[in-house]
T-cell receptor
Framework: IAGITQAPTSQILAAGRRMTLRCTQDMRHNAMYWYRQDLGLGLRLIHYSNTAGTTGKGEVPDGYSVSRANTDDFPLTLASAVPSQTSVYFC???????????FGPGTRLTVL | GIQVEQSPPDLILQEGANSTLRCNFSDSVNNLQWFHQNPWGQLINLFYIPSGTKQNGRLSATTVATERYSLLYISSSQTTDSGVYFCAVEEETSGSRLTFGEGTQLTVNP
C-alpha cells in the first residue's frame, strides 16, 4: 500500500441498507477526513479526526458516522442509506491537523 | 461560515498559453491549499500556501492573506493540465475544517 486506499471503488446500494466505506493510509498521518463531492456543490467535509481516538463533525455530518480506532483506518458508515447520499466520497489525510491534505481515489456510491 | 470564490469558473486555453486562477476568501484563514482534480477524478495537492509564494515547475502560487486572496499561475500549459482546480481554506475559527471553492474548470486544447 502506498498513500491512501479506499474501498469499494464503486457501489450501488438499495435505500435503507447499511454501508461502510473503508479508508486506510500508510503514511502514519494523524489527521483524517471524509468529504463528499456533488455536482454544483463542490467538496464538503462530512467528518474528521485529528488523531486516533477522536472525531469531529464537518459541514454535512447527518446520516453518517465515523470511528478512529487506530492511526491507519477511518471508516465511514451510512446507517440507513437514502438517495440523497448518492455521491462520490473522498477520504483524505494530513500529517497533522491543518497541514497539507492528501486524497484517496474516491468511492462512487449510488443509492437507489 | 467562510465564503470561497474562484474565478473564472471556466477557462479554455491553447497548449503553450499561460493562465492565472484566482481564489478570494471572506475571512482570515490558517491555511490555504490548491488542488487539481484530473479528468479521472483524482485529487492532487498542488500547494499548501497560507501565505507567500511557492513554485513547482510550471506552476506557482501566491497568497496575500491580509488581502484575502490567492493566485495560481500556470505557465506553458499542457493538455495534461486539464481538469478542475480547487482552492480550499481553513478558517481561523474552524479547527481543521477545509472549505472548498467551486473550482475552475480548465481545458487545454492541443
Amino acid at each position: 500500500i502506498a498513500g491512501i486506499t479506499q474501498a469499494p471503488t464503486s457501489q450501488i446500494l438499495a435505500a435503507g441498507r447499511r454501508m461502510t466505506l473503508r479508508c486506510t493510509q500508510d503514511m502514519r498521518h494523524n489527521a483524517m477526513y471524509w468529504y463528499r463531492q456533488d455536482l454544483g456543490l463542490g467538496l464538503r467535509l462530512i467528518h474528521y479526526s485529528n488523531t486516533a481516538g477522536t472525531t469531529g463533525k464537518g459541514e454535512v455530518p447527518d446520516g453518517y458516522s465515523v470511528s478512529r480506532a487506530n492511526t491507519d483506518d477511518f471508516p465511514l458508515t451510512l446507517a440507513s442509506a437514502v438517495p440523497s447520499q448518492t455521491s462520490v466520497y473522498f477520504c483524505a489525510s494530513a500529517g497533522t491537523s491543518g497541514r497539507k491534505q492528501f486524497f484517496g481515489p474516491g468511492t462512487r456510491l449510488t443509492v437507489l | 461560515g467562510i465564503q470561497v470564490e474562484q474565478s473564472p469558473p471556466d477557462l479554455i486555453l491553447q497548449e503553450g498559453a499561460n493562465s492565472t486562477l484566482r481564489c478570494n476568501f471572506s475571512d482570515s484563514v490558517n491555511n490555504l491549499q490548491w488542488f487539481h482534480q484530473n479528468p479521472w477524478g483524482q485529487l492532487i495537492n498542488l500547494f499548501y500556501i497560507p501565505s507567500g509564494t511557492k513554485q513547482n515547475g510550471r506552476l506557482s502560487a501566491t497568497t496575500v492573506a491580509t488581502e484575502r486572496y490567492s493566485l495560481l499561475y500556470i505557465s506553458s500549459s499542457q493538455t495534461t493540465d486539464s481538469g478542475v482546480y480547487f482552492c480550499a481554506v481553513e478558517e481561523e475559527t474552524s479547527g481543521s475544517r477545509l472549505t472548498f471553492g467551486e473550482g475552475t474548470q480548465l481545458t487545454v486544447n492541443p
